[in-house]
């Protein structure tokens, strides 16, 4: 394993570091606060080639892989503007779409996921399954030639700025009568799909929304992928893009947090001419948690690195590992960011408070810390299962 970055990765991350400050937290918060989307940064990233960058060239993607793609979002957020929808578009539907969507579906979704003009988002959450996903109630019935669909998902992140939302349904398999899951690529404007966005506790541009599926009538070719086998193997491509790249955005927010803070406390005076930063009171959490955010960025590249060379069950460990370290460092890192300004912490100026919200959210969502230790527990520990 190399520590160094191509030379073409170095230059996306500087590249994505000074569009990133350009925009800055100051905006993401502005856009957010204001009920708006970050849409020129994003269209910006997409004319650049940034959201595209893990997409084959021949769908008009830069060719590289998920390294890339953490680059960018670990970059953005470490400017002060953690985007989400990198994490569900170009990480989880162009990877599934990619890996196991039928060539026309490919054609027809990638170069817009790649040039940032096609938004696709992720719809698994239920409220009866939580992180049961045996237990999806959304249920998808032959219809004719089409597919009718039922159900109801929660917490769906940017359902009001996507083209499409990636359904996972359940469909009856015909020689065993056994349910099994299925990827729907659904229009956000189909007929029967409703909506209503959920308050969340999060400064962020980005909603979640209640997903109402009432006998939705897709087209048989809404079925990601040549046929019902599709789902399973399709539903696991997202798994390691997702963590991957979510994992980058806590670590991009955790060094976002220790600048903002670090910044502060070496010029703040309060006892005679000394520095805050000087009181190892003040510093030495800060120290700590930059500690935690560099260790949680290493394993991040471990789980990328193995990703994009094609090891993806050691990339499912690595990547679930990064995923917990980096929900945990970002947390203690924007928690220690507030304490370590005082006043100036809680103020929607100095930029820190505002990440509370997001970063609490990073280790609940998009898989829980215990859903993490239960894996790590049965599968690198060989533990039983209690559930
Ligand atoms: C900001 C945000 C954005 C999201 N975006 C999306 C999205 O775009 N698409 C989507 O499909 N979903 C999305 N989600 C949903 C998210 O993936 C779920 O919230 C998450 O998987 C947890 O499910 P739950 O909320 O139903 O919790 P539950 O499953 O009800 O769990 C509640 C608590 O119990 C713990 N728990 C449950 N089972 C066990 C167990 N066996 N052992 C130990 N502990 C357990 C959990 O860890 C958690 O702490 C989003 C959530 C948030 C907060």
Redesign the pocket.
Known sequence: MTFDLTPEQDQLRDAVRALGRRYGHGYFVEKAKAGEHTTELWAEAGRLGYLGVNIPTEYGGGGGGITDLAIVCEELAAAGCPL?LLV?SPAIAATVLNRHGTEDQRKRHLPGLADGSQKI?????E?E????FHRLGTVARRDGDGWLLNGR??????VDEADHVLV?ARTEDSSTGKLKPALFVVPTDAAGLTRSKLD?E?V?PEN?FLLYLDDVRVPADALLGESLDAGLPALFAGLNPERITVAAMGAGTGRYAIERASEYTATRTVWGGRSIGSHQGVSHPLAHAAVQVELARLMIQKAATLYDAGRDLEAGVAGNMAKYAAGEAAALAVDTAVQVLGGAGMTTEYGVATLLG?VR?GR????????I??FVAQHVLGQDK??
């Open positions: 989400l569900v988002v992720f719809a698994i959450t409220p399954a939580g992180s049961n998902k929660c917490y769906i992140s940017g996972v969340m999060i962020s979640q997001a959210a609940i969502a998009p898989v829980s810390r215990e859903m230790l239960n209690s559930y």
